[in-house]
């Protein structure tokens, strides 16, 4: 065991040594990227978002070093490598939900619709000093970055609502530096429920390689009979699922608010803990649209879809539609 | 307690109490002497007030209800169905699809099985969908706060 | 809609489909009769069957979707049933106290179902007072009935909610 830790202590100083010969970071946003992948820490992260008029507060003990990260909430979720993802609900067992041989693209660059500024001077976020990189789209500020000034690791985000109010927020409530525990080790029986398999060539109408609002394909997956269609614009991810079948209300997974998707369908949204997101049906297809962009971003591109056909019941599914119904009652 | 007042010469006639002009009040729709006699009762009317009470909570409460959306795509089959005539003659989509089965039912039984279904119900499994975003998109982006959200179970206040 | 003409079913189906289904749902409490019925008043104003006045397009739509849903719970009804105390010295039940009141906070799946077991006709007014918004003028034009007794079944279907939910 002592073996081990020495090597992997070696490893991250080797790591360590090893980044300043990476090309020098374009952005300050790169630079945290690359912060939270080169700098060990080990620290409590407090979640907080809105629900409606209800804030949320989750506090998780997150650990990273060099490239690996354990986060630990109600769920425990590992990032083994650059690529590899484990999940496990609960204390249950470990799930790869994220296999380390599907890559999504390269993502577009963010400076073709986000000014990324330094802004002199930060708050002291977990006992240290910071420094502000604010990230605009034209007049909206949509987020404030608040980095370690020594290491760039992201201390604090603020995303902000289109009144100017902070929507979601992530923040060290403590944290330190001097990591001295070893990286986290694959758990020896991680299952493999449904695992991802990127799709090349024709894939769906509904994964165009680009939505409106900058969002760029940047990967198609199955998984099950699940089509998973990746954007990015550069800073926000915005996934759209797509998979066969009629919607019924009972299978919403709350009350939701109703908003217009594409061709006039009304789809329900919900916020979860890291965005938002919106379900609708259209022609015989449920379409679930996930993304950690603001929300406006995520209407906008969802509308961008392209409409399907009109679906065409042949007479012999009407016929089993007809005796659906008339076993209904008796059901 | 107050005993309440006669009201046998006021505008609303020979009873004791408000009744239905509680509502009338609530909703503007009595005259402006009928207003100051009713006004005028309920001070020294306790049943009056409570029951004015009592109604204005229920008449809240149905104002208060929200808008019902029709389910998905009710509107657009209907225009299908409407363009093509079908609803003009006969009874609704949903007792006509009953109806035809009736007929059918004997031979659809012989064919079910055969030829492409229309989609069955299915629901999408929305917390699941949050974590395969999630984790794909952590692969190459800031991993922090890509990923941390995942580790708090998604519920949708159900 | 275009201009004072009568509006086409379509019309009706695109630009206010959210309300006649809110006001067939409220009506009926269920989605499939809501459903039904509103195939009904899309059918009656495709047929041309209801006089348009140039006015409140929402009030005409209701006034359709109230009497649609009133035929067919009359032509439902298999034996006549006790005359509607319209007669205003019916005593309303008394309301229970402030501390039982605050119990029950009017939540909407509850308020639908209390809606549900009124009496159709104190339904009827109800819903075109509370949900629609009409006055009781334009409610005794629409049900045909005066506005005595336009005012009885609002005031008595409301108490009769308010006791439902105590």
């Known amino acids: 065991m002592r073996v081990a830790v020495t090597a992997t202590f070696t490893l991250l100083l080797t790591t360590a040594v090893a980044a300043p010969a990476v090309a020098a970071p374009a952005s300050a946003l790169d630079q945290a990227r690359q912060a939270s992948e080169d700098t060990p820490f080990d620290g409590v992260l407090d979640v907080r978002w809105q629900d409606g008029g209800a804030t949320h507060l989750e506090r998780l003990t997150v650990q990273g070093r060099g490239g690996a990260m354990v986060i630990q909430g109600g769920n425990q979720v590992m990032a083994l490598s650059p690529f590899e993802r484990l999940l496990a609900h609960g204390g249950q067992s470990w799930d790869e939900l994220w296999p380390s041989s599907v890559t999504p693209g390269p993502r577009p660059d963010a400076s073709a619709k986000y000014q990324v500024t330094e802004v002199a001077g930060g708050p002291v976020v977990a006992g240290r000093t910071t420094k502000t990189v604010r990230i605009s789209q034209g007049a909206t500020v949509r987020e404030q970055l608040y980095l370690d000034a020594a290491t760039s690791l992201m201390l604090e985000r603020d995303e902000y609502g289109e009144d100017g109010s902070v929507v979601r927020a992530m923040a060290f409530e403590s944290v330190s530096l001097d990591a001295s525990m070893a990286a986290p080790a694959k758990p020896p029986s991680a299952e493999h429920p449904a695992t991802p398999v990127a799709v090349r060539g024709q894939v769906s109408a509904l994964a165009p390689l680009e939505l409106a609002d900058g969002y760029r394909r940047v990967g198609v997956y199955r998984s099950g009979g699940i089509l998973h269609a990746l954007y990015s614009d550069g800073v926000y991810d915005l996934s759209v699922f797509e998979q066969a079948g009629r919607l019924r209300h009972s299978d919403l997974p709350g009350p939701g608010d109703p908003v217009a998707v594409a061709g006039g369908t009304t789809g329900w949204t919900y916020p979860w803990p890291g965005g938002q997101l919106v379900v609708w049906s259209t022609e015989g297809r449920i379409l679930t649209a996930v993304s950690d962009a603001p929300a406006d971003q995520l209407l906008l591109a969802v509308r961008s879809l392209p409409p399907l056909p009109p679906e065409r019941p042949s007479l012999l599914s009407k016929l089993k539609r007809a005796c659906r119904t008339l076993m209904e009652p008796l059901a | ?158 | 809609m275009a201009g004072s003409g009568v509006p086409s079913w379509e019309e009706v189906a695109r630009n206010h489909g959210r309300f006649l289904y809110t006001v067939a749902y409220r009506l009926t409490g269920n989605h499939d009769d809501a459903q039904d019925l509103v195939q009904e008043v899309l059918l009656r104003v495709r047929k041309g069957l209801e006089t348009y006045r140039p006015g409140s397009l929402e009030g005409w739509l209701s006034r359709i979707t109230t009497n649609t849903f009133l035929d067919e719970t009359r032509r439902r009804r298999r034996r006549p049933v006790d005359p509607l105390p319209d007669e205003p010295d019916r005593v309303v039940p008394p309301a229970p106290g402030a501390d039982v009141a605050a119990a029950s906070e009017g939540l909407p799946d509850d308020v639908q179902d209390a809606l549900r077991r009124l009496p159709p006709e104190y339904r009827a007014a109800v819903v075109m007072c509370d949900v629609v918004g009409l006055s009781y003028q334009e409610i005794s034009q629409s049900l045909d009935v005066p506005v005595g007794t336009v005012r009885s079944r609002i005031h008595r279907g409301r108490a009769l909610l308010r006791q439902a939910l105590a």
């Open chain 2, 1 to 158: 307690m107050t005993e309440p007042r006669r009201f046998g010469d006021s505008p609303f006639g020979g009873g004791m109490h408000l009744g239905d002009a509680l509502s009338g009040l609530l909703d503007g729709e009595l005259a402006p002497s009928q207003q100051d006699a009713a006004r005028a009762h309920l001070v020294g009317c306790p049943t009056c007030a409570e029951e004015l009470r009592a109604v204005g909570q229920a008449r809240d409460w149905v104002r208060a209800l929200p808008p019902v959306e029709p389910p998905f795509g009710f509107y657009e089959r209907a225009m299908r169905e409407g363009r093509r005539g079908a609803f003009a003659t006969g009874p609704s989509l949903r007792r006509r699809a009953g109806l035809a089965a009736l007929g059918a039912a004997a031979a659809a039984v012989t064919v079910l099985g055969v030829g492409s279904p229309r989609p069955n119900p299915a629901s999408p499994a929305v917390p699941r969908l949050v974590e395969a975003h999630a984790t794909s998109a952590s692969v190459g982006a800031d991993l922090l706060s890509k990923l941390a959200p995942v580790a708090v179970p998604v519920s949708f206040g159900r």
